[in-house]
């Protein structure tokens, strides 16, 4: 398995990201919404929101494991060099067999070969996608 990290110049809060997640089952999109690391990075502000959207969604999953699982090995890539509290591309994933249980299926008719596994480690929480492609936005709680 290879991986690519695709959050440059951007994190996720470390302590509190609060990850919500809403639905667009008409086009298959999940929106992914957490807070902002404004400790590391001069250009974010504290309240600032990252938005993830993931386009032509297959299935989804937010659930376990944490930040401790993770360092303790209960992770299926704890031990494949991707770094807890990023997000990733995964690339050769066996996903279509080794998807954690908690799935949710959005669309059982997508075509398997033209979508990307997706991976987000946040504190308390797991986030995974298998999906077409994903767009990032910042929103600003200040003006």
Known sequence: MEYIKLNIGWDAEPN???????????????????????????????????????DDCYKYRLGPVNDEGFYYGQCRFSKTGIEWGDFYKLIDTNWMHDFPDDEII???????????????????????????????KIMRQKP
Do not use: Q, W
């Not at 001069?42 to 309240?47: G, Y």
């Not at 959005?106 to 797991?126: G, I």
């Open 16 to 54: 509190a990201p609060m990850p919500k997640i809403e639905i667009d089952k008409n086009i298959f999109k999940i929106t992914l919404s957490f807070y902002l690391n404004a400790f590391i990075h001069k250009d974010v502000e504290e309240e600032d929101m990252g938005v993830l959207e993931f």
């Open 106 to 136: 959005l669309n059982d008719n997508v075509k398997e070969d033209n979508l990307n596994h997706y991976l987000f480690y946040f504190r308390d929480d797991t986030f995974e996608c298998i999906g077409k492609s994903y767009t990032f």
